[in-house]
């Protein structure tokens, strides 16, 4: 009897090992899968943003009435809802899904404090233009994590 417990026991090592062992070959995933593309369109939105920001800080401060820029605002805005969209689409990306949203709610509350002024001040714009630099590098690092 003692012989076969030996035996049960040495198999059921070798089996709980086996177990383990594939266990920790097989990873469990709770973030989405890296993407490129989406890499590449977070740093061509930033483009555009940051291009938003320097025409606008190229234009003296008594010409930078609101209508000159709505379309900026609108195309921009629309990438950035394309963006959230798309991270939305995928399984497991909420935590880029929350980045896209904070950038989109940062860029409708600028658009409505310049449509409400008709106007955004230099130090306004150099403070915002900085804050999306920094929400964009966040954003890509996060894809880029993911890799």
Known sequence: MTRNHNA??????????????SVIGCTVRYVAEYDASIKDEIVRIAK?????????????SGER????YKD???????????????????AFNNESTKQTKI???????????HKKDNTVDDATL?????????????????????Q
């Open 103 to 113: 950038a989109l709610e940062l860029w409708l509350e600028d658009k409505e404090n």
């Open 48 to 60: 555009e943003v940051d291009l938003f920001y320097g025409q606008l800080l190229d234009t003296p």
């Open 72 to 90: 900026d605002y609108l195309k921009i805005e629309t990438d950035l809802r394309a963006l959230e969209m798309r991270n939305e689409i995928r």
């Open 126 to 146: 150099k403070v915002h233009r900085k804050q999306f630099a920094r929400v964009f590098v966040a954003m890509a690092k996060g894809e880029g994590a993911k």
């Open 8 to 21: 049960n026991r040495l198999w059921l090592t070798i089996l709980s090992l086996v177990l383990f062992a």
């Open 65 to 68: 009435q609101y209508k000159k």
